[in-house]
């Protein structure tokens, strides 16, 4: 069975400082691909970042980067000098490849930057 | 590139009413999913369609619901007899059939209040 788990349901950060927002996944598959989405009170998801399972090197999208290490099936989302605008809801997915086209979620990290 | 769009964005109905909600993908997207996120959690699957067809539907699809993704172009998601526990946000989101990962485009939802 397929999991995304997220252990933090709230984080605060001082504008300007980084975040690390925590998720641990469990799968058997080898292929597979996690993102991570961030929900604004307004409701909509919007997609952050993607790393690939055989990904080696760590993926950037500006000031978010994801921490991935596979022995530990975690795939840390890192938020360097955080902004008012990045609170929102975080969530983690998994997609599997070999097991349909599924996106698994977590339960979401609320963060919130303090000015 | 409109975005994917969901009309309406709310819905109150009383129990036992039937409800449609519809669903606009990005126009290139061939693939198009439908998930439930109720306060506090993630997103959860429902269903997923690639063109017309519908190829995965979640054991949460009970008998009440039904979607269709006629010409392969907008979706529609029907609740009927509706229940207090329908009460959910419902997302739709839309992706490309390609090589690598390409991240689902989701829509603001459709809130449901059922009373």
Not at chain 1, 87 to 111: E, I
Not at chain 2, 13 to 33: A, M
Not at chain 2, 44 to 65: H, I, M
């Amino acid at each position: 069975a397929q999991k995304i788990t997220q252990t933090q349901p709230g984080m605060f950060v001082q504008e300007k400082e980084a975040v690390t927002l925590d998720c641990t996944y469990d799968t058997s598959d080898q292929s597979y691909g996690l993102f991570w989405y961030k929900q604004p009170s307004s409701g909509e998801m919007i997609f952050l970042i993607y790393q690939g399972s055989y990904d080696e090197q760590n993926a950037t999208e500006g000031r978010y980067s994801l921490n991935f290490q596979k022995a530990r099936k975690s795939a840390n989302l890192v938020i360097s000098a955080s902004q008012l605008g990045d609170s929102a809801m975080y969530f983690c997915a998994m997609r599997v490849w070999d097991t349909g086209n599924q996106f698994y979620f977590g339960t979401g990290t609320s963060l919130t930057v303090i000015p | 590139d409109t975005g994917v769009s969901q009309n309406p964005r709310h819905k109150i109905t009383k129990r036992g009413q039937n409800v449609t909600f519809r669903c606009d993908p990005i126009s290139e997207h061939n693939r198009l999913y439908w998930y439930r996120q109720t306060l506090g959690q993630g997103p959860e699957f429902l269903t997923y369609f690639q063109n017309e067809a519908q190829l995965e539907k979640s054991r949460l699809l009970s008998d009440r619901f039904s979607a269709e993704r006629p010409k392969g172009s907008f979706s529609t998601l029907e609740i009927q007899r509706t229940e207090q526990g329908d009460s959910a946000m419902y997302l739709c989101a839309s992706s490309l059939t390609a090589t690598g990962v390409p991240p689902l485009h989701f829509g603001n939802g459709t809130r449901l209040t059922v009373t």
